[in-house]
C-alpha cells in the first residue's frame, strides 16, 4: 500500500510555497516522523515529515513551486529492503541530502573543513545541529585559535556552497556575478518593507540610555535567576518591560491607522525580531504586561529557537502592537528601523559602548546605548514620540523604580 506525502495546510493565507530542499533521496527506506522536506512560503519555513514508514518515491523536484495539498512523495509501506540505486530525480543542486543539514551546519562545514556525515548528530531523527558541528570544531583545534581553537579553515572548494541559499555555485575568473531566485520570505520581506515607507508617514526620533543600572542587576542576580529559571537574565525582558509601561502612557504608540478610524489596542503583544537564515521574522510575545521578567526571558528564547529552525507558526507571528528590533548584538551603532505595518511604532536598540558623559558637572565613563524609535506621524505626535522614549530610557536608567 502506498501513501500519498502531501503539502499540509498552513494557515487560511498560505495557498503555495516552494518545496525548497528534500532530506530524503528517491527510493530510500524513512521512518515514521521522519523530516522529508522543507517548504518555504511567503511567511514561515516548515518541515514535511513521514507519517508512516516504508520506501520513498520523490514526484517534485526540489526548487518547484507547489499547492498546498499537492502530492510530491509516495511512500510504500510495504517496502522495507534496502533502497535501489536508482538515480534520484532531476532537482535542483540542494535537492538530495542524505543527511538532511541547515545552512548553519552547512556554512560551518565549509569554515572549518569538517564532514557533517562524520558528527554524531544530537538533532530530531539523528540531524546534525549547529551545536555538534561547533563542539566538533572545538574538540579537533588547538588553544587560542578563531573557533574556540579553530585552525585556520581551508580554502574553499571549486562550488562553495551560497550561505544564504545553500545552491552551490560556481567561481572562476569570468563569471563576476550569480544569480538566484528570490525565497518567498525574503520576496514578503521585501514587499512589506516598502509597503511600509509608502504608507506611513513615518519618522526617527533618538535618544540615549545609561546602562550601568540594568548591567548591575544582571551580575547581582544572574547565577540565581539561571538556576531559578533555567534561563539567563538578558536585556530584552527589562525593555519589553519598559516598552509596556511607555504604551500605557502613551497609547497613540500602541493604536493602528485604518482609512478614517484609529484602532485603540488595550492589550500589550510584544513582537521581537529575529534574524534567521531565511530572513527576518517577528514572532510576538503574548500579554507581556502580565509576564514576569523570566517568563519574558522563556519566551524569547522558545521563539528565537524555534525560528531558527524553522518551526514558528502563523500565529507566532501575528497580533503584535508594537516591535522590538536590536541590531546592537551585530555592533549597529546607530539605525532608523522601518516600521512593521500596521504597528505605529518599533523600538531600534543599539550596542553598549562606553562613552564619556557629563553627570552633576562631572565627565565620567558610562555604558550607553542608542535607541531609535520610528513612528507613524499620521497617529503619533513629535511630543509623543518623545515622551515615550522618555520613559523607556527612565525605566531602563532606573529598573527598580519602574
Known sequence: MSLEVKIPPMGESINSGVLAKWYVQDGDTVKKDQ???ELETDKITSEGTAETAGRISLLVAAGTEVKIGAVVAKIDENATATPPTASPVPSSPQSAIANPQSPAVRRLATETGIDPATVPGTGKAGRVTKGD??????KTAPVGSPLAGAPTPPPPPSSPVSPQSGIPHPQSPTERQTRRKLSPLRKR????LVQAQHEAAMLTTFNEVDMSAVMALRKKYQDDFVKKHGVKLGFMSFFTKAVVAALRDVPALNAQYAGDEIIQNNYYDIGVAVSTDKGLMVPVLRDCDQQSMAGIEQSLADIAKRAREGKITLPDLEGGVFTITNGGIFGSMLSTPILNAPQSGILGLH??????????????????MYLALSYDHRLVDGREAVTFLVKVKQAIEDPRAS
Not at 558541528?133 to 572545538?138: E, N, R, T, V
Open 35 to 37: 523530516p522529508l522536506f
Open 133 to 138: 558541528m561547533l563542539s566538533a570544531s572545538a
Open 189 to 192: 520581506i521585501a514587499e512589506r
Open 351 to 368: 550596542a553598549i559602548n562606553d562613552r564619556p558623559v557629563a553627570i552633576d558637572g562631572q565627565v565620567v565613563i558610562r555604558p550607553m
